[in-house]
């Protein structure tokens, strides 16, 4: 049983390209349509109720486009409406906040955790009960980085700009002290994060960045990889693979009944790209991610949501 439909992928902007770039990875036979609001990012900073109207009319979209399954990309809108978005869609709807708080739970070493991600999903505080929902002895250290989107919107993924904002932004996480010279968080002076997660799929893009800040005694983990895992598996299990996927290996072709496919099979896959922003700019981020790859993005006006 398989369904050559594509997989409808959402973000607020060009952030959620780099959980399409995992799902290329793990499942390379899968098509997919990608739809990023860059004319309303960054979605971090705006209300619940923005949030949630914003991306129902992008998700509508994507569900006109008779996508088999949906990955909403975007943290934010993940943290703020994912039991909305499975109530009002009947195929299955995949989030990044879970996948993302399991893998960092996991990556720990010290139990001591920091969460970097917008201020609305600091404000759900959906990591920090994420990750002790599969950890309750894991320490929790949220803090709202509003910086990174618009620069990273901006095209600015690296040099002295945002080196500085870097710099600045992680501080509190790093062991800066207040005016009064007590700790931003509350810990002793040697308990620090051994573990950082991103919670917002643009902070990836400046990964090499946040890790020379964060220096190499601290793992950087993102949703995207942990993410692209849980697709492959909710489409296996609900029998909507694309024609041609296996999940066996040359050496074991059969596993869990799958055969191996030949070279070709079918209709190679297709990849659609659509932004609400400006065409040229997630053109050229895009680029940096794919090269050639992807030559179909196409700028998109949104209905207002029901």
């Known amino acids: 049983m398989s369904d050559p439909r594509p997989i409808g992928v959402f973000d607020s902007g060009v952030g959620g ?24 990012a960054p ?5 619940d109720e923005e949030v949630l109207r914003f991306s129902v009319q992008a998700l509508d979209e994507l569900a006109r486009r008779d996508v088999k399954a949906i990955v909403v990309a975007c943290n934010t809108s993940t943290a703020v409406a994912l039991r909305t978005f499975r109530a009002r869609y009947d195929l299955p709807v995949l989030g990044v906040v879970r996948p993302g708080a399991a893998a960092a739970a996991l990556a720990t070493r010290n139990r001591r955790v920091g969460v970097i991600a917008t201020p609305a999903t600091v404000r759900s505080h959906a ?12 320490e929790v250290y949220e803090h709202a980085t509003p910086r990174f989107v618009p620069m990273v919107e901006a095209g600015i993924l690296a040099g002295p700009e945002m080196e500085a904002a870097v710099a600045e932004e992680l501080a509190p996480l790093l062991g800066e002290r207040d005016g009064a010279g007590e ?21 990836p893009l400046i990964r090499p960045v946040l890790a020379r800040a964060v220096g190499d005694r601290v793992a950087i983990v993102d949703s995207a990889t942990a993410t692209a895992a849980t ?8 029998g909507l693979e694309a ?16 055969s191996r496919p030949a070279e070709t099979y079918g209709a190679p896959p297709s990849h659609l790209q659509l932004t609400t922003g400006d065409v040229g700019r997630f053109t050229s981020i895009a680029a940096r991610m794919f090269g050639e790859a992807f030559p179909d993005v196409a700028g998109i006006e949104l209905a207002a949501g029901a």
């Open 17 to 40: 390209l780099t959980v399409l770039r995992e799902i290329l990875r793990r499942s390379p036979h899968e098509s997919t349509v990608y739809l990023g609001d860059n004319l309303r």
């Open 43 to 47: 979605y971090g900073t705006r209300s």
């Open 127 to 138: 990591y920090f009960n994420a990750i002790k929902d599969e950890n309750p002895a894991v």
């Open 183 to 203: 700790f931003v968080f509350p810990r002793p002076p040697s308990a620090k994060i051994d573990t950082l997660l991103l919670g917002c799929t643009h902070y």
């Open 231 to 238: 697709l492959a598996e909710l489409l296996s299990v609900n």
């Open 243 to 258: 024609p041609g996927t296996t999940r066996g290996t040359a050496a074991d072709p059969g596993k869990a009944g799958h």
